[in-house]
């Protein structure tokens, strides 16, 4: 293992490989923790490289750009799961401490390896098989029932490498074969919404779970999270923590682990994914929790003791900005203005990225003891925010509580 260094100021150096807005959200963590986040980023100008000093440019494919982050680090860790395991092969071997290991990290950088294992655990997935020519698929529906749900088994998130498919289309499966497209198939499940439960756990091996939430998701994009999920009795929710839990402790998951999920009737759940890595669902407790998951994160990779999840309101939501399908003429600052004006209450988050069409730029909390309050608050802020209109029509300076009389 190379020689582990600290900072200037003794404290550990932890490395994150990409620079997005969950390496942005874990450096401001850090800071907190007197520490200094190194990022590997593709640019010096990506979200997390302007709030960090320390910088490595590189690609995370690029095994000489990861080890020029490892050197001196006392844990390297990732805002996502897109390194391949052929390049992380010999940074583990070499003694680098990957957290989570390429061991754990496959089983979200896979689907078909991550079905596999949860099904041999006895946990509740959709029926799932291989694809290797269109004939797999038209069989699977046939002996399953259409529709079906055809995936990318590498690289698909945010609803980007899913098609759902009614009826057999072997054209779209021939060709996304040919174009070098590893896919699954698996079953359509029939799901009333969709929860998701995060948890850290440390190389010693403590664990942490927060509570479980409701994400709604639009065009395949998590649009809102509301934590607790509403409806979802004590016994259910302690149910799916364990279950959460008890993954991340079969594949000896270090660091944060979110477990996506269908429920398909009150309190019953089908795994759908695993992230190894702070999570949109997770932005909440920035605001929400008395420990937030980037902070968790942080010290679970170093193998500190973790903090309380334990939330801070009865309520809390969070909301994404997107970028709007047309840039508002009003600039950024002015809808910021504007915002808090009308929402003190709402904490906002900013990503520091040029919006597009239905990028997430930010985010915007709001905490409070009526779930129906305090959803309409978060959605109405985050969508101005997006696109300076107010959904319910209020005028951006009516309700400024400095305007003259």
Known sequence: MERVETSKNGMPVVGMVGGGQLARMTAQAAVALGQTLRVLAASAADPAAQVTPDVVVGDPDDGAALRALATGCSAVTFDH????????????????????????????????????????????????????????????????????????????????????LPEPDDALVADLLERGTPLMVETAVPM?????????????????????????????????????????????????????????EELDVVGLMTVELFETAPGEVVVNELAMRPHNSGHWTIDGSLTSQFEQHLRAVLDYPLGST??????????????????????????????????????????????????????????????????????????????ATWADGWSAHADDPRKDS
């Open 81 to 164: 799961e897109g390194v391949p395991q052929e390049v992380l092969a010999p940074l583990a071997a070499a003694g680098i401490p990957l957290r989570p290991s390429p061991e754990a990290l496959v089983h979200a950088q896979d689907k078909l390896v991550m079905r596999r294992r949860l099904s041999g655990m006895g946990l509740p997935v959709p029926a799932f098989a291989a694809v290797s020519e269109p004939a797999d698929v038209a069989g699977f529906g046939a002996a399953h029932g259409w529709p079906v749900v055809l995936k990318a088994i590498r690289g698909g998130y945010d609803g980007r490498g899913v098609w759902f």
């Open 192 to 248: 009333t919404r969709e929860l998701a439960a995060s948890v850290a756990r440390s190389p010693f091996g403590q664990a942490a779970a927060w509570p479980v939430v409701e994400t709604l998701q639009v065009d395949g994009q998590c649009a809102r999270v509301t934590s607790p999920a509403p409806g979802l009795g004590p016994d259910a929710a302690a149910r799916i923590q364990e279950l959460a839990l008890r993954i991340a």
């Open 310 to 387: 334990a939330p801070v309101a009865p309520v809390a939501v969070m909301a994404n900005v997107l970028g709007a399908a047309e840039e508002p003429g009003m600039s950024m600052d002015e809808r910021l203005h504007h915002c808090f004006a009308r929402f003190p209450d709402a904490k906002v988050h900013l990503y520091a990225k040029a919006g597009r069409p239905a990028r997430k730029i930010g985010h915007v909390t709001v905490l409070g003891s009526s779930a129906e309050t305090v959803r309409e608050r978060a959605e109405l802020a985050a969508g101005w925010l997006a696109t």
